[in-house]
T-cell receptor, first 114, second 115 residues
Framework: QKEVEQNSGPLSVPEGAIASLNCTYS??????FFWYRQYSGKSPELIMS????GDKEDGRFTAQLNKASQYVSLLIRDSQPSDSATYLC??????????????FGQGTILTVHP | EPEVTQTPSHQVTQMGQEVILRCVPI?????FYWYRQILGQKVEFLVS????????KSEIFDDQFSVERPDGSNFTLKIRSTKLEDSAMYFC?????????????FGPGTRLTVL
């Protein structure tokens, strides 16, 4: 079973729409969850972090965490063409003692078309 | 804004050669990491480093790999005898506290091509 799983996409949404990205993780003791954005050929750039169940909003981005379902999501409101990138879900604290080790999903490719 | 820097941006080497990838973490950060990303694949953890010691390493980080903090600013990854399958983007990251909630900031990466 994959540790962190994402739909690889591609996910295509029109400009101005809401993009919904999903991630599941296998290790119940995982502590914290991160969404990174990665443009082609570039390094991961942090968008959001979330540690507690519920929603966390930052501008156009909302992260949602449900530890019981082992599920984390990212909503992007008013999607812009500049949001087109690969979105990486990363989990920290998997294995109970692996603090600092980020485990990444394979990423979801998002395309926002004008 | 402080950032992690990496050199070189692209390294081409022959199979069997040694390479050293260099990173300068953010100045007040104490925890350092190397990750790699083979083209088209996910980002994979290699090693974490704190207080001049390896904290954790993955199965990928075998005896061919080593890390070092040779001075107060640089953090290096050495691959002793490169293989074709070592071709990848190598990302250095750093964080302030090394806790599970701490943000890791990534450098721009070094693209390693092994011929």
């Amino acid at each position: 079973q994959k540790e962190v799983e994402q739909n690889s996409g591609p996910l295509s949404v029109p400009e101005g729409a809401i993009a919904s990205l999903n991630c599941t993780y296998s290790d119940r003791v995982s502590q914290s969850f991160f969404w990174y954005r990665q443009y082609s050929g570039k390094s991961p750039e942090l968008i959001m972090s979330i540690y507690s169940n519920g929603d966390k909003e930052d501008g156009r981005f909302t992260a949602q965490l449900n530890k019981a379902s082992q599920y984390v999501s990212l909503l992007i409101r008013d999607s812009q063409p500049s949001d087109s990138a690969t979105y990486l879900c990363a989990v920290n604290g998997a294995g109970g003692t692996s603090y600092g080790k980020l485990t990444f999903g394979q990423g979801t490719i998002l395309t926002v078309h004008p | 804004e402080p950032e992690v820097t990496q050199t070189p941006s692209h390294q081409v080497t022959q199979m069997g050669q040694e390479v050293i990838l260099r990173c300068v973490p953010i100045s007040n950060h104490l925890y350092f990491y190397w990750y790699r990303q083979i083209l088209g694949q996910k980002v994979e953890f290699l090693v974490s480093f704190y207080n001049n010691e390896i904290s954790e390493k993955s199965e990928i980080f075998d005896d061919q790999f080593s890390v070092e903090r040779p001075d107060g600013s640089n953090f290096t990854l050495k691959i002793r005898s490169t293989k074709l399958e070592d071709s990848a983007m190598y990302f250095c990251a750093s964080s302030q506290q090394g806790t599970s909630t701490d943000t890791q900031y990534f450098g721009p990466g070094t693209r390693l091509t092994v011929l």
